[in-house]
């Protein structure tokens, strides 16, 4: 390629005509696929006819029977660690959850990541264990709250242990915490 085509922008145009363009072999092709392109191109004799093909990303693929979701796994922490006060590697493994849960790369307001974060402040100016904020307090609905849930996979539990380590002054996660119930999750779902 020329360093003026590197430069021109995509034109649907002329990709669809180098679709039109594509020839089929003799076994015959059904169709050809560039996907960077989103070009499809389906064989009929000598020529393939092209189409562009508007493909749609999906952030958070829907959640599939049978597999535990983030949200739930949030949930699952109540009952392992619900007792514990929250801290800021809890904080920032919900936020972390929250984050891959909803595809958005900020915390929503009134939110379980926004709610763990205040219960964190909240938490280290107080003395007493008794009085402080618990994981059962902030966690518990967690699916509910969410706006949108998937499917945790181990991708999201390194990510929510990554984020729990982090923020541990000892880099270290809470054996029944939050990173632990995501990581669980992510192994169920994988063995599904």
Same mark, same amino acid.
């Given at each position: ?100 849960? *909803? ?27 008794? *009085?402080? *904020? ?26 929510? &242990? ?10 270290? &996660?809470?054996? *029944? ?16």
């Amino acid at each position: 390629m020329s360093e003026e085509q590197l430069q021109k922008p995509i034109d649907c145009a002329d990709v669809k005509g180098e679709a039109e363009k594509i020839s089929t072999t003799e076994g015959g092709i059904k169709a050809a696929e560039d996907k960077e392109k989103g070009v499809v191109a389906e064989a009929s004799g000598e020529q393939a006819e092209g189409e562009v093909n508007q493909k749609k990303v999906v952030a958070n693929p829907l959640k599939s029977e049978g597999t535990i979701t983030i949200g739930e796994a949030l949930e699952a922490a109540v009952l392992t660690a619900g007792n514990k006060p929250v801290e800021w590697s809890d904080a920032a493994a919900i936020q972390a959850a929250e984050v891959r849960a *909803t595809g958005r790369t900020n915390i929503m307001p009134g939110g379980v990541a926004a709610s763990a974060q205040s219960a964190a402040t909240l938490n280290a100016r107080i003395g007493s264990d008794d *009085t402080k *904020t618990t994981l059962a307090d902030v966690l518990t609905g967690a699916s509910s709250k969410l706006p949108s849930d998937k499917a945790a996979t181990r991708k999201d539990a390194e990510g929510v &242990t990554g984020a729990e380590m982090r923020n541990d002054p000892h880099l270290t &996660t809470y054996p *029944t915490g939050v990173a632990a119930s995501v990581a669980a999750a992510a192994r169920i779902n994988q063995s599904k």
